[in-house]
């Protein structure tokens, strides 16, 4: 299968869990300018599912974010998971507005050290990584 396309599979979602869903919705649609696409509460589980996005889950991949009722101490980000990736247009004009907003922004906007494209790292309010990477 190496080298091959499989149409059976499409990438679905990422599911992150969060601490604060209302702090983590902000982040993602109201900062980074995605659409809650679905949000429904699981009252006999105690979690909520919020699913965003750029575009409809029929055609594009999307970010689930898990919402534990009860979780108290904010999750261990742990050393597998490594960070989402997003493409953006004037990556040292969109960091400019982000860092305007709060954002934490632990890698500014600058050529990647080993290559040639232009990368930042964002931070969400649970401390997961974003990396801008600048699309022409």
């Known amino acids: ?5 499989n149409s059976n599979f499409r990438l ?9 869903l209302d702090k ?7 900062i980074l300018g995605m659409k809650l696409l679905r949000k429904t509460d699981f009252p006999g ?3 909520t599912l919020a699913f965003v996005g750029y575009g409809d889950e029929k055609d594009s991949t999307v970010i689930e974010l898990t919402h534990n009722w009860d979780q108290e101490e904010p999750y261990d980000i742990g050393n597998g998971f490594g960070h989402l990736a997003l493409g953006v ?19 500014p906007p600058g050529p990647m050290k080993h290559g040639t494209s232009v990368i930042a790292f964002i ?5 997961y990584k974003v990396e801008l990477i600048e699309r022409k």
């Open 1 to 5: 299968m190496s080298g091959e396309t």
């Open 24 to 30: 983590s919705l902000n982040f993602y649609c109201d």
């Open 89 to 107: 247009q004037d990556i040292y004009g969109v960091c400019d507005k982000l860092a305007a907003q709060g954002v934490n922004i632990p890698r």
């Open 45 to 47: 589980g105690k979690f």
């Open 12 to 20: 679905l979602h990422t599911m992150i869990r969060v601490k604060d």
């Open 123 to 127: 931070e969400d309010p649970d401390g």
